[in-house]
């Protein structure tokens, strides 16, 4: 399929392991965003990246949290020493970058559990 | 900063009844775009529509139509003759222009809408 793809799709984590998530975008889309989303909430912007650089990482909640995106095109979020409050969907979107006010577009979403 | 509010967590209709989602939003920017999303129970969000700040008139798409009032601060979202098939949690979303040139959404809560045949 053409769409955004993520992977694993669920993930189980004993608190302190560290994990790391991918997500693929679609094709020669410039700008990947990450998104948390906790039960029952709407998702919450953690990081942007502009090809290989990443621009705006204000959501990102702690320094246990790093992202990377180093070709430009898939991207890796990576959490260190889980914590239970991580527990949550991870949303990877990407956006074709023309004019601005994109839509984005969204992949199924990582469900991270830590116990 | 930037706020959007769905009042509504849950709304449980009966097929073919009409059913508003309302959402209001707050930002300082004149240029700012909205958004309406789809969460089914699959997880996957899907677009539905995006509207920019400059444009105030309403739109229709099927059984779909949106409200978009720069007075009111809100944009909000009918669905005509709901459908089982219309059950899913429904974002209303923000995002400002940025320097940057890409603009992260801002969400609401969500409004879970249930359809019953």
């Known amino acids: 399929g053409a769409g955004v793809s993520q992977s694993p799709r669920y993930k189980v984590a004993k608190r302190g392991q560290d994990v790391a998530l991918r997500c693929d975008p679609i094709?020669?889309?410039?700008?990947l965003f990450w998104y948390q989303q906790a039960l029952g909430q709407g998702p919450e912007f953690l990081t942007y990246?502009?090809?290989?650089?990443?621009?705006?990482k204000s959501g990102l909640p702690s320094d246990r949290f790093f992202a990377e995106r180093p070709e430009g095109s898939v991207s890796t979020l990576k959490i260190q020493r889980t914590q239970q409050e991580d527990s949550a969907v991870y949303l990877c979107?990407?956006?074709?970058?023309?004019?601005?006010?994109?839509?984005?577009?969204f992949g199924p979403g990582t469900r991270l559990t830590v116990t | 900063a930037q706020k959007v509010t769905q009042a509504q967590t849950e709304i449980s209709v009966v097929e073919k009844e009409d059913v508003t989602l309302d959402c209001v939003y707050e930002t300082r920017d004149t240029t700012y775009y909205l958004f309406w999303y789809k969460q089914p129970p699959s997880g996957e969000l899907v677009f539905l529509i995006r509207r920019n700040s400059f444009d105030e008139q309403n739109e229709i798409s099927g059984r779909y139509s949106w409200n978009f009032q720069k007075s009111t601060s809100s944009f909000n979202f009918t669905i005509t003759a709901s459908q089982v098939v219309d059950s899913a949690v429904y974002f209303c979303?923000?995002?400002?222009?940025?320097?940057?040139?890409?603009?992260?959404?801002?969400f609401g809560k969500g409004t879970k809408l249930t359809v019953n045949p």
């Open positions: 094709s020669g889309h410039v700008s």
């Open positions: 979303a923000l995002s400002e222009v940025w320097q940057g040139g890409s603009e992260k959404l801002v």
């Open positions: 990246f502009q090809n290989e650089a990443q621009l705006d």
């Open positions: 979107a990407s956006s074709p970058y023309k004019t601005g006010g994109d839509e984005q577009y």
